[in-house]
């Protein structure tokens, strides 16, 4: 049986009278990739904001490796292995490719203010060795020629990779992509389902929060479905493709209707 990397029980988040996610459990094996969908407003974004540690859940908790990590901030989760890509990108715009990159590794460097003065021997050490990883991680997405260019002046499916390349670069155990493939166009999406795949064949979980359902279908081994911040169904890809209470959330009881007339 396949450990389970992080699970979510019984997590609540209110915003004043505002219900976001209602006592939402989900299970999430190592080595998987995890698809979390559901309608707009369903809680998708917010229930990653909870694993990431950007803010609080109002009750509930979550494991990471059988550790609870409820209570630890968004810099404590990030130490322990979660990393996260935003719907609407964060890159530096002035900032190239490559030093893009990098910060996603200076979270773990050990240096000090004076170490980042003074600039020591082993500071310099420390420092070629997150370019080195900032640069690994560029030409696993496939942009290590644009390593030296601005990120700014990127192409957008390109700066999408560079954000996913900014958080694989500190090897984490758990990435959280949120809408990765908004924007892309179907060539480009193809080619990110294989880029996620390939992040799961090194060793990543992941949990994907995606609208395009080719992308979700194509590469998750298990998928949860939210609908008004409730749970609503988790299985196979298959599985829930032939849920009905999955068709009805997406497209009302009428599509329900003629899908299942057909």
Request: charged share 20%.
């Amino acid at each position: 049986m396949t450990a389970l990397l992080l699970e979510a029980r019984a997590v609540t988040r209110r915003f004043g009278g505002l219900v976001a996610l209602e006592s939402v459990d989900m299970q999430v094996a190592s080595g998987t990739v995890h698809g979390l969908i559901g309608p707009n407003g369903a809680g998708k974004t917010t229930f990653l904001n909870l694993i990431a540690g950007a803010f609080p859940s109002s009750a509930g908790c979550f494991l990471l490796e059988g550790r609870d990590i409820t209570s630890l901030a968004a810099e404590g989760r990030a130490r322990l292995g979660i990393r996260r890509t935003f719907q609407n990108l964060k890159l530096f715009g002035e900032m190239t490719a490559l030093e893009n990159a990098a910060i996603g590794v200076h979270a773990e460097s050990g240096a000090g203010v004076l170490a980042a003065l003074f600039r020591p021997p082993g500071q310099r050490r420390e420092e070629r060795a997150i370019m080195a990883r900032a640069a690994e991680a560029l030409d696993f997405v496939g942009l290590a020629a644009q390593a030296q260019r601005a990120a700014g002046t990127l192409a957008y499916g390109h700066r999408r990779l560079l954000e996913i390349a900014r958080a694989i670069a500190s090897r984490p155990k758990l990435l959280l992509l949120d809408e990765p493939a908004a924007g892309l166009n179907p060539i480009e999406a193809g080619a990110l389902t294989n880029l996620i795949a390939r992040i799961r064949e090194a060793g990543t979980t992941v949990i994907l929060v995606e609208h395009h359902m080719d992308v979700v279908m194509g590469v998750c081994d298990r998928v949860t479905v939210l609908n008004y911040g409730r749970h609503l169904a988790t299985g196979a890809p298959a599985e829930i493709q032939a849920d009905a209470r999955v068709v009805e959330a997406y497209l009302g009881r009428d599509a329900l209707a003629e899908a299942l007339a057909c």
